[in-house]
Structures are given as structure tokens and as C-alpha cells.
């Protein structure tokens, strides 16, 4: 036997709020973190899961590997064996589990778009910074040491002066119009559309590269007036069958809005549809500057199109590949090149929540950003609703 190198681990319990799909991915995250960051002063251990549902509060157990699961929340807030809660409801949830958690003094991962408007985003930070509690936003594109490497390339003023950027979410998660009414699709339990689901992510992107937005305008649009409700369980999204009754969509499947930049001259053009054919995820950032421009998107997220200056035979984009030195990679894969995949993004949002749990110090994406996000999503709605300008609201 020979003494292990490693140091002595301090166990955190982890409790889970919903077993859909991030609640599972939140687990199989915890799960990855020994084997991307054996360096890491803690394990996670997965104590309870509550869903709703009793398949997937079994499946919490029998699949993911929790001691225990629940129909009710309160219990896994209420365990004393409960060191940090990954909140993975619906957004109507959002709110009341997250002050529930807040309330029970546990630091909490909770997913994006945290709350249903900005109004209860607000409220979820107010409970988190009264209670002292860091937390962790499922802002998962921005961990992908690419966009790492954009950041610290404009940030370093490869690209000059930023004067444009465009940020498009094209996704065809719901261009079926077969697809269930589920959650997503209702005022009440969703909050916005497509504005909360996937613009939030392009903001937040775009803030981490370029700044955050000042004033908008917006136009929306719902493309599939009324989808078939399932008469079963569903998770993430799954189609209905036409026999089943309809229901009328209530929320946006379609945003395009006008961005200023803050304290910049930098302007942009967001776009995001739920609905568009052709597009699987096609998640795109494009950030042009006075001296360069560079390109990213998720399909291709260990590549990032770069071209710095101007003219010249070879003038065009390079494409470089993500390796060790950009963001968190290093822990995946030794050599550059070699391909990440959007769970390890979710490994990674773990790693820093936790981090962030014992050292104290917010590394995670954090609630504040997720009000950020909402607060621009907020305008967007405004401004679609009276066709004006609107700035983003700040502290
Ligand atoms: N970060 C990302 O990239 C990303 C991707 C997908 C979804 N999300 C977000 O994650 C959240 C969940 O989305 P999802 O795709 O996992 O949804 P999902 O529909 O797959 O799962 C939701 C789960 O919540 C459970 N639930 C409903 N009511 C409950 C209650 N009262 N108590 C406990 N559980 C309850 C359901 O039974 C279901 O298992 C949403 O806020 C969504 O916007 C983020």
C-alpha cells in the first residue's frame, strides 16, 4: 500500500430539487468532478432527490445513485445531511425553492432563467445575499475554454475596439408542432419563451465578452399557435401525438432585438428562435472589433474563428483550437484539439459552485448574473410589447 498523494476530503452532501433532464446532468456533474479535479479538497455525495413524480424520484435513486429520494422538496431541505442543493425545476419554481433554500441556510445551484421574470430573480438574490449564501447559475456556455479564450482576446484588445457583435440561438427544440405542452410553453409556469431559455444564455455570453447591455428594442413572434398536451409524464422535450387535446402557446418562440452597449460604442444584433428548421443548437457569438473579429458556436465549442488585422495575402479567419491554457481544459484532456462535449461544461459549473461553497469566494456564475440576464430579457419584453427603446434596469 502506498500512501495516496491526494489530501484528506471534506464530504458534501449534495440534495437534488427535480430529476428532468438538468437534474440529472447536475448529478452525473458531481459525479465527473473526482475525475476532472482530483485536486479538489471535497467530494460530493448524493443524498436525496425530490421530484414530483415517483418514476423520476425512483429513477433519482435507482439510476443516479442517491441514498434516498422524496415527492417533497422540504425534505431534502430539511436533511441534515444536506450541505448544497442543485434546484432543477421548472421556472415557476424557481422562486419558492430557492428562498426555501435560502431559508434553510443550504448554498444552492439553481438553473437559469432563475425565476420567471426579473421581479422574481430579484427576490432570489435578495434571499441569497441576506442568508450569506454564494450560489451557482446554469450559465453553462461560458465555461467553454473557446469562449475563455475569446474573452481574454478582447480583454487584451487583440480585436481593438469592439464595435459589433451578434448573438444567435437557433435552436429547433420545438419546431415540431407535435412537440408537448409542457411547462416551456405557459406564462404561468415559464415566465418568457424563448427570451428566458435561450436569449438569457446569449446575454450572458456577450457579457462576459463585450459588457453588459444598456437599452434594447425588440420585436417577438409565436410561430406554433398551439401544441398537443401529453397525457404522460414528460422530461425535456418530448413530442405528444396528435389525438391529445391542444392548447394555446402563450409565450414567444421567436426574439430579435437591438443591443447598446454598456460604456462602450459597441452595438449588437441578438436573435433566438426555439423553432427554427435546420438549426439543432446553433449557438453563435461574433464579436467584431477595429483590429479583428473571432467567431464561436456551440456546435464546434472547441474552435474559435479568429482573424487579427487587416489585408494581405492570408487575410481571413484562423481557426484555433481550444487546449490546455483556455478556461478549465486542462482538466478534460492533456493535448490540444481534443473535443469537449456540453457535459463537461456542466462539470465544470459544478466544480466552481462547490469551490465556491468552501473557499467562500464566488468563482460560479452567480444568481446576481442571472439577474442581469433577466433584467435585459425584461426590456426585450417591453420593448416588443410598445416597439420603444428601453434601458436595462440596474441597481
Ligand atoms: N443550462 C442549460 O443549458 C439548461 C438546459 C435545459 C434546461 N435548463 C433549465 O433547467 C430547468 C429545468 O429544465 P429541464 O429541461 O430539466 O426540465 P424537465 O421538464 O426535463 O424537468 C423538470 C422536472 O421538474 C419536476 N418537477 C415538477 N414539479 C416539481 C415539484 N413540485 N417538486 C419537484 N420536482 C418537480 C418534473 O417532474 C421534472 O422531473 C429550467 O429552468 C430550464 O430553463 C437549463
Request: overall charge negative.
Given at each position: 500500500m502506498t500512501a495516496s498523494s491526494h489530501p484528506a476530503h471534506r464530504t458534501l452532501g449534495v440534495g437534488l430539487i427535480s430529476v428532468g433532464w438538468m437534474g440529472r446532468l447536475h448529478s452525473k456533474a458531481y459525479e465527473s468532478i473526482r475525475f476532472a479535479y482530483p485536486e479538489a479538497t471535497f467530494r460530493p455525495r448524493l443524498v436525496v432527490a425530490a421530484d414530483a413524480v415517483q418514476a423520476n424520484a425512483d429513477y433519482a435513486v435507482d439510476v443516479l445513485g442517491y441514498e434516498r429520494?422524496?415527492?417533497?422538496?422540504?425534505?431534502?431541505?430539511?436533511?441534515?445531511?444536506v450541505d448544497v442543493v442543485s434546484i432543477c425545476a421548472p421556472n415557476f419554481l424557481h422562486r419558492e425553492f430557492a428562498l426555501a433554500a435560502a431559508e434553510a441556510g443550504k448554498p444552492f445551484w439553481i438553473e437559469k432563467p432563475t425565476g420567471r421574470n426579473a421581479e422574481e430573480t430579484a427576490d432570489i438574490v435578495g434571499a441569497a445575499a441576506a442568508a450569506g449564501l454564494v450560489t451557482g447559475v446554469g450559465f453553462t456556455y461560458r465555461q467553454a475554454p473557446a469562449i475563455q479564450h475569446a474573452k481574454r482576446l478582447v480583454r487584451d484588445g487583440a480585436l481593438g475596439e469592439i464595435t459589433n457583435v451578434k448573438v444567435s440561438l437557433l435552436a429547433d427544440y420545438s419546431a415540431d408542432p407535435l412537440g408537448a405542452f409542457t411547462w416551456r410553453y405557459e406564462t404561468a409556469r415559464a415566465g418568457s419563451g424563448v427570451l428566458?431559455?435561450?436569449?438569457?444564455?446569449?446575454?450572458?455570453?456577450?457579457?462576459?465578452?463585450?459588457?453588459e447591455a444598456d437599452s434594447v428594442t425588440a420585436l417577438t413572434q409565436t410561430v406554433i399557435g398551439e401544441r398537443p398536451v401529453p397525457q404522460h409524464a414528460t422530461v425535456g422535450h418530448q413530442l405528444a401525438s396528435d389525438d391529445d387535446p391542444k392548447r394555446a402557446v402563450e409565450n414567444e418562440d421567436y426574439a430579435s432585438l437591438l443591443v447598446r452597449f454598456r460604456d462602450s460604442k459597441a452595438v449588437g444584433f441578438f436573435e433566438a428562435s426555439r423553432v427554427a428548421v435546420g438549426p439543432r443548437s446553433d449557438y453563435s457569438i461574433e464579436v467584431f472589433g477595429t483590429e479583428g473579429s473571432l467567431k464561436w458556436t456551440f456546435a464546434r465549442m472547441n474552435e474559435l474563428e479568429v482573424c487579427l488585422g487587416r489585408g494581405g495575402d492570408t487575410h481571413g479567419y484562423t481557426t484555433v483550437l481550444a487546449g490546455p491554457g483556455d478556461g478549465d481544459y486542462s482538466h478534460f484532456?492533456?493535448?490540444?484539439?481534443?473535443?469537449?462535449?456540453?457535459?463537461?461544461?456542466?462539470?465544470?459549473e459544478a466544480y466552481q459552485f462547490l469551490q465556491s461553497v468552501v473557499t467562500g469566494e464566488q468563482v460560479a456564475p452567480s444568481v446576481a448574473d442571472a439577474l442581469a440576464a433577466a433584467r435585459v430579457v425584461e426590456a426585450a419584453e417591453a420593448s416588443a410589447a410598445d416597439g420603444a427603446w428601453h434601458r436595462v434596469t440596474r441597481d
Open positions: 429520494s422524496t415527492l417533497d422538496y422540504r425534505d431534502v431541505l430539511a436533511d441534515p445531511e428566458g431559455d435561450l436569449l438569457s444564455h446569449g446575454v450572458d455570453l456577450a457579457s462576459q465578452i463585450v459588457g484532456q492533456p493535448g490540444a484539439g481534443i473535443s469537449m462535449s456540453f457535459d463537461d461544461l456542466k462539470t465544470i
